[in-house]
């Protein structure tokens, strides 16, 4: 095909050619020629989002899921603006995700009209790879090393900037797109070699056969089956404590699956936690810290006098640390596994205490939860799923609000065989609720439950937490979401997607089983009282 295709035609080749299979996009003038371009290749399936911050949501749930990248296709600066809040969760999470850009022709660039900005600026916020094609030669090869940046290659473009990381962008100017004779490029590059394990294993080796208090903190590949197995299999022998982030970018749970403890949301809780600990090992995981500071209180939340030991460093992966510690100290050593138990329905008024025993009691097999419950689901959630059949959870790592339902596409996308379930709190849903019509747009087998308690729950908390007076007309007003009432019923029905409204456990329970039961998006309402 070699000097037939124009540049646009030569940038989805190369996606195609290098494993991109999703384009999530919300494209303009400057991206018209990759739109166009879709159309001679089929394998690169095109998927309209109404909001660059749906777009971009989608594209980290598809990669949470697959391993592998989605592209974005946003329109210029503000484009990508609009979407920074979901890739800055993106990038939290670790996932792959390809940006593509679209730029202003050079000509045109020169004349500083109204959507001319500093894109590279905006992209660097959330990219760990940037690059900005300088012409047709190179723009095959910059798209392929962008998709193997995502994955953890490196690049040796000269043009680019960064070394390797989960979010790479492209900026793609549109004189570049109409161009014709452009070479599509297949050759991903390489990743990096895995580092040896055997120092950092060792070492681990020997705290935890020192009899001292342990914990272990997994994240990663850790919080997969085979990272649980292997992790289960150490605390037996070692006494080790485990337990993952409040809200993982993926965790697997579930009966038939280790259990884990979520960290606690509070630092006060987590120091309960770990107390009388003398040891941490991070498996894939960061060290532990609060979310926000707070007067007079420590943002660190290893206690003092705890040592910290990392058991795999970048570019090797936690879970072949922990099968290969696993191996040394509990050979003939089984997991144990969550038994199946499911929780007895709950009946009365819906409460932020029982809404999460109804989910539990009918989750189906194989499900995947996008969960920004938030502080809805904070205190129950898990230990309502925790004897449901085995599942995965995708959680609000980088608490950037409005990731649920665009994240649902993806996982939908992604894993069509599967239901997913987006617990979303009602201030979270009304960032992206666009994401509504691209879940009936597509068809998507998404059930959605918007836990409508009125008000910006976690943020009264956490203006009593900083000290904050409250109780003003002002302060109460900047908190509450009932002048006027939501609507997520009538919202989400001129979405195109079927809703109903709960009030009771009962009612939640029979319109949530029967919105599993049927094909494609549905969204319940369930209103909270306030006990």
Request: proline content about 6%; charged content about 20%; glycine content about 12%.
């Amino acid at each position: 095909m070699e000097g037939t295709l124009s540049g646009a035609e030569a940038i989805v080749q190369t996606l195609v050619d290098t494993g991109v299979e999703v384009c999530f996009g919300n494209p303009g003038t400057s991206e018209m020629h990759i739109v166009a371009a879709l159309d001679r290749y089929p394998q690169l399936r095109g998927v309209l989002c109404l909001f660059e911050g749906v777009a971009t949501g989608a594209a980290d749930g598809y990669g949470r899921m697959t391993g592998r990248p989605a592209a974005t296709l946003l329109h210029l600066g503000p484009g990508l603006g609009n979407g920074l809040a979901n890739l800055h969760n993106a990038r939290r999470a670790g996932t792959p995700v390809l940006n593509l850009v679209g730029d202003h022709s050079m000509e045109h660039k020169a004349l500083d009209s109204p959507g001319e900005s500093d894109i590279d600026a905006i992209a660097g916020s959330v990219s760990a790879w940037i690059c900005r094609p300088a012409d047709t030669a190179s723009l095959g090869r910059d798209v392929a090393e962008a998709v193997g940046a995502t994955m953890g290659g490196q690049s040796s473009s000269a043009c680019c900037t960064g070394t390797s990381g989960a979010v790479a962008t492209v900026i793609v100017r549109a004189d570049l797109s109409w161009s014709e004779g452009v070479v599509p490029t297949a050759v991903v590059p390489a990743r990096p070699a895995r580092r040896t394990l055997e120092e950092s294993v060792s070492v681990v080796e020997k705290v935890l056969r020192s009899g001292e208090p342990v914990a272990l903190l997994l994240d990663g590949d850790a919080l997969t089956e085979r990272g649980l197995n292997a992790a289960d299999r150490i605390a037996q022998v070692t006494g080790a404590r485990m337990f993952c982030p409040t809200w993982p970018a993926h965790l697997r749970r579930g009966a038939g699956v280790p259990t884990v403890t979520p960290l606690a949301y509070r630092g006060e809780d987590v120091e309960v936690q770990m107390d009388g600990m003398r040891h941490l090992i991070l498996a894939g995981a960061r060290p532990p810290v609060a979310t926000y500071g707070y007067p007079g209180k420590s943002g660190e939340l290893t206690p003092p006098g705890v040592q910290i030991h990392v058991l795999a460093e970048e570019f090797v992966s936690s879970v072949d640390g922990l099968l290969e510690l696993a191996e040394r100290l509990a050979a003939e050593v089984e997991p144990r596994l969550a038994a199946r138990a499911r929780p007895e329905l709950p009946k009365g008024v819906l409460t932020v205490d029982n809404w999460a025993w109804v989910v539990g009691g009918l989750l189906p097999e194989g499900a995947i939860v996008c969960d920004e419950s938030i502080t809805a689901g904070l205190g129950t959630l898990s230990a309502a799923t925790a004897g449901a059949p085995a599942h995965d959870v995708l959680g609000l790592v980088g608490l950037a609000l409005g990731q649920g339902l665009p994240l649902a596409v993806g996982a939908a996308i992604a894993c069509p065989d599967r239901s997913v379930i987006c617990l979303e709190g009602d201030g979270g849903a009304m960032y992206t609720p666009s994401a509504l019509w691209t879940h009936a747009h597509e068809g998507l087998d998404i059930t959605t439950v918007v836990l409508n308690n009125r008000s910006y729950a976690i943020l009264r908390e956490e203006l009593k937490r900083v000290g904050g007076r409250r109780g003003g007309r002002d302060s109460r007003r900047m908190l509450d979401l009932t002048q006027p009432k939501l609507d997520f019923v009538a919202l989400s029905e001129g979405m195109g997607v079927p809703a109903s409204r709960a009030r009771t456990a009962e009612e939640l329970a029979e319109q949530f089983a029967a919105a599993l039961t049927r094909p494609g998006p549905h969204l319940i309402e369930a209103v909270l009282t306030a006990e």
